[in-house]
T-cell receptor
Framework: EDKVVQSPLSLVVHEGDTVTLNCSYEVTNFRSLLWYKQEKKAPTFLFMLTSSGIEKKSGRLSSILDKKELFSILNITATQTGDSAVYLCAVLSSNTGKLIFGQGTTLQVKP | SQTIHQWPATLVQPVGSPLSLECTVEGTSNPNLYWYRQAAGRGLQLLFYSVGIGQISSEVPQNLSASRPQDRQFILSSKKLLLSDSGFYLC??????WGTGELFFGEGSRLTVL
């Protein structure tokens, strides 16, 4: 059965800290891995990764994929209170055409 | 540009009452449409998806049903709600075909069944 597992499930840090969120997967016929940020309601898209070893970067956020070890990490440097959110990892299987989500990591950044 | 509308945003319903959540997409044709449910502190569970009018796939056995009466309209229904149906429901769309899998989400509907 296809699955996506995120760790940790929750995390509390202080402003300025650097955090690393993990996402591992077992999905038949991997096509892409996506990261979303969910603050209150609708998840918003952060990154899409399809190739190993190529870092995607947007401001203080970056992400990389390892297709050999079947995982991805999302890094946030110099965290701010506005980074507090649930971060969702999802994997698209070309077998099913469906996006499979992990449980999410709840990040709280304290001032 | 494409937009997605989902309503109602919040509702409180008694056990045994019916449910209807509606979602419409604008600015695109023949989108894939999805209903997800998110329990508190959990990830997103896919409930239904549709690749075209009248084509609905159900992911988990449950008390809910979905319909797609028009190309860009997706409806989630129940005849009799259960307590366990409480949760946050998200509608989403993606481009036709598999593409890269990027989903665009509505603002969600928070359902409380009492």
């Amino acid at each position: 059965e296809d699955k996506v597992v995120q760790s940790p499930l929750s995390l509390v840090v202080h402003e300025g800290d650097t955090v690393t969120l993990n996402c591992s997967y077992e999905v038949t016929n991997f096509r892409s891995l996506l990261w979303y940020k969910q603050e209150k309601k609708a998840p918003t898209f952060l990154f899409m990764l399809t190739s190993s070893g190529i870092e995607k970067k947007s401001g203080r956020l970056s992400s990389i994929l390892d297709k050999k070890e079947l995982f991805s990490i999302l890094n946030i440097t110099a965290t701010q209170t506005g980074d507090s959110a649930v971060y969702l990892c999802a994997v698209l299987s070309s077998n099913t055409g469906k996006l499979i989500f992990g449980q999410g990591t709840t990040l709280q950044v304290k001032p | 540009s494409q937009t997605i509308h989902q309503w109602p945003a919040t509702l409180v319903q008694p056990v045994g009452s019916p449910l209807s959540l509606e979602c419409t997409v604008e600015g695109t044709s023949n989108p894939n449409l999805y209903w997800y449910r998110q329990a508190a502190g959990r990830g997103l569970q896919l409930l239904f998806y549709s690749v075209g009018i009248g084509q609905i796939s159900s992911e988990v056995p449950q008390n809910l049903s979905a319909s797609r009466p028009q190309d860009r309209q997706f409806i989630l229904s129940s005849k009799k709600l259960l307590l366990s149906d409480s949760g946050f429901y998200l509608c989403a769309w993606s481009l036709p075909g598999w593409g890269t899998g990027e989903l665009f989400f509505g603002e969600g509907s928070r359902l409380t069944v009492l």
